[in-house]
């Protein structure tokens, strides 16, 4: 038994000798300042810090240049009313701070750019002069029955029209139509329309058809009827209409109660219903149009033309050679018109595609002067409606006097 206790405690003293050495020896050690810190550490601390501070310059200078544009936009609209103004381009960054060490990227030059009222700059520099809207429209009709008061055979296609509209630019649009029919091929309206002119007005410069009534201002695919009325073919030039070169100027004149157009006209006098074979005599025409909404659904307007120029009669011969001509042309001889028309619309705004109703009323009062002889008046009128039941089709009806 003693060895085994003599074994024990020897074991013991060995292990407590070895856990005691390293620790003696530490003691014994001289003591030591703390390890130091990698010699690379400050060097990419100062390197983030500047990095830091770059990117911190650079978002300031975005920040300048976006407000400096936001500035501009708002004197845009401010002005927006008035006359062009130039955009002048945003400032460029200034020299950096002198702790910097890599300056930030300026920010880039761009061009003064003008912008236009009415128009924002990817319209104004995209237009469409080269490339207008342009459309075809073909006029076939069928006709049955007898009426000795039209010629209209039992199928024709009485005209083929080709529109080319477009913006010029952010003060005037142009509008042209080429017709053809069997009589050939014509300009039947070519005139460029300046919407940007001060008072409310608006000016028209070209061959277009007379602002005239209802019927006289249509063309031949957009009648509600085959053939126009007959007030419009016996005083208003028939097919062709009042339709001349000239100018147009109308204003709107704003109140509370209707919307009120006024429109003046002067043209060259070489339409179906008036010539003239003289600069200094004109054919003019004025109109008055209100419109006012009566509900969601409905609407009425009302309107009264004037139009007065000289014509020219041809005045049968009483005594004539053989071989002359019958008749004889006496210029000068002047003529007013005078119109009064009426529509009301009904198109409720859920069924706006399938349902419609229009009704709409015209007359015309005509003096014509004679040679030798008293005024020659006529009067015409006529009433028309059409009712949509359907998506695609109308059902309508007339009664001409």
Known sequence: MARVRVRVSTGVLLLAGFVAAPALAHAQQPQSAPPAAPAAAPAQVTQVREELERLRLEFEALRRTYDERLQQLERRLIQIS???????????????????????????????????????????????????????????????????????????LTEVEAAFQAIVDPYARADFFLAASPEGLEVEEGYITFTALPANLLLKVGKMRANFGKMNTLHTHSLPSVDRPLVTENLMGGEEGLSDAGMSLSHLLRNPYLYLELTGEVFAGTSDVFQSQQRS?????????????????????????????????????????????????????????????????????????????????????????????????????????????????????????
Not at 319 to 344: F, M, R
Not at 369 to 379: L, Q, R, S, T
Request: zero cysteines.
């Open 82 to 156: 008035g006359g062009p103004m130039v955009l002048t381009p945003p400032a460029t960054q200034t020299s950096p701070p002198e702790q910097q060490q890599t300056p930030p990227p300026a920010p880039q030059q761009t061009e003064p750019t003008t912008v236009q009222p009415g128009l924002t700059q990817q319209q104004a520099g995209s237009g469409k002069v080269f490339n207008p809207d342009m459309s075809v429209n073909g006029n076939f009709v069928a006709a049955a029955g007898k009426n000795p008061f039209t010629t209209l055979g039992p199928f024709q």
């Open 281 to 401: 005599k004109l054919v003019y025409v004025g109109r008055a149009r209100g419109y006012h909404d009566i509900n969601d659904a409905s609407n009425f307007e009302i309107g009264t033309s004037f139009a007065f120029g000289p014509t020219t009669l041809d005045v049968p011969q009483l005594l004539t050679p053989i071989d002359a001509a019958p008749t004889v042309e006496v210029p000068g001889l002047n003529k007013h018109v005078i119109g009064l028309d009426a529509t009301y619309r009904y198109r409720p705004p859920s069924r706006a595609i399938y349902r419609r109703f229009n009704l709409r009323t015209e007359l015309m009062w005509s003096h014509q002067d004679m040679i030798d002889a008293p005024v020659a008046k006529a009067f015409g009128a006529s009433v028309s409606g059409e009712y949509q039941f359907a998506r695609r089709w109308y059902i309508g009806g007339r009664l001409d006097r």
